[in-house]
């Protein structure tokens, strides 16, 4: 690639939860890759492309603009900024740029509180030049503005989910929202896991179909780090339900040398070695399952932690009555809401000599102040061993709100985009948005 992580990663300057801190400790990811999850950097990205690709060309650009709002008020504008890297480098190459995104779930057509039109504000703020807001993602209109566009212009589509056939990939729909551009970049990993029009559908009438910087480095950085992480490599999974979690962890299990459990899952772990776990969450359907993991763990020679103490409560509220117990004596009546300080000094230990890092879940109920030191105290690890050099990434959902609410985003190594996608990725399954772009050109 004429582009390599680095590059990638420098480019993404404007977002300070998405800067890399550090060089990957992990191997650039081979062409010929042909494993499990082979739909990374092997996918050409518009940093292949050249001048003359691009110069004047009318390029369709999926992007994940579905940020918070407040009314008209946007609250946190990171997708946005995210996506400015790629946008730039269109600009600066003299391609027309037709961004497009979904924002929200409209129920049956259009509806002004799910409008684009502040991200095309903030867009234009973030560019210093006008980002008009097209009336429409398809028809006659859209059309006019395409063919009217000078080199540079950037224009926002309005929400393609003002369609019901977006998601439903429909085939016309699709020829309609493809037929204004003479190529596609997607930039939108966090629907990447998505068979959408806007994701899947037009790259079978956009050629060539590539990659934006973001989604080849979230590729590069969730792909690489299973696949070619540096050694000794650990991945923390938390979150409430086994069953949600389930096909990550055996995925990341044969990938790591140590796994650690935490958030509710781990009271199915727990009864699953016989223990008792008072009121907490449990799934009994999945006891046998973590017994199989664990065995599996321990015929693998893997490290495999659970907490050795918890804090239980007596309610699950903000202000309920609390203790810290060891796992193996949770009182009836109690239930377990996050690691105790006798697990989180463990944990620090066993991630202390890691070279890499994959964090998806929280240790406990971290939204209330009582049930949340587990979790931070994770965020404050994950800082020390980035800050020696060990590549740390967090991948996607609550684990990513809990590093931003800490206010060290920018101390790790990547944050992922994606909440759905990154578990899809690091469970080995296919992106149809990924599969669908075009392959690199492997060298002879």
Known sequence: MKFSLLTIASLVVSASAFTSVNK???????????????LDAAKLSVGDLSDADLKGKKVLLRCDLNVPLDGKTITDDTRIRSSMPTIEYLVSKGAKVFACSHLGRPKDGPEDKFSLAPCAARMSELLGKEVKLAPDCIGDAVADIAGSAADGDVVLLENTRFYKEETKNEAEFVKKFAAPYDMFVNDAFGTAHRAHASTEGVT?????????????????????????????????????????KITVLETLLDKCDKVVVGGGMVFTFLKAKGLSV????????????????????????KEFILPTDVVVADAFAPDAN???????????GWM?????????????AALSDCKTVIWNGPMGVFEFDAFAKG????????????????CTIIGGGDSVAAVEKSGKADKMSHISTGGGASLELLEGKILPGVAALADAKVAA
């Open 322 to 332: 609390t203790q810290v117990v060891p796992a193996t004596a949770i009182p009836d």
């Open 24 to 38: 990957p400790a992990f191997a650039p990811i081979a062409r010929h890759t042909s494993t499990p999850l082979a």
């Open 375 to 390: 979790t931070f105290a994770i965020v404050d690890t994950l800082e020390e061993i980035t800050a020696k050099g060990a």
């Open 336 to 348: 377990g809401l996050d690691n105790g300080p006798e697990a989180t000094k463990e944990i620090a």
């Open 278 to 301: 008072g009121t907490s969450l449990v799934e009994d359907d999945f006891v046998d399952t973590a017994k199989a993991v664990m065995a599996k763990a321990e015929a693998s020679g």
């Open 204 to 244: 079978k009438y956009l050629s060539p179909s590539v990659s934006g910087f973001l989604l080849a480095k979230e590729l590069e950085y969730l792909d690489g780090a299973v696949n070619n992480g540096e050694k000794p490599m650990a991945a923390i999974v938390g979150g409430s339900k086994v069953s949600s």
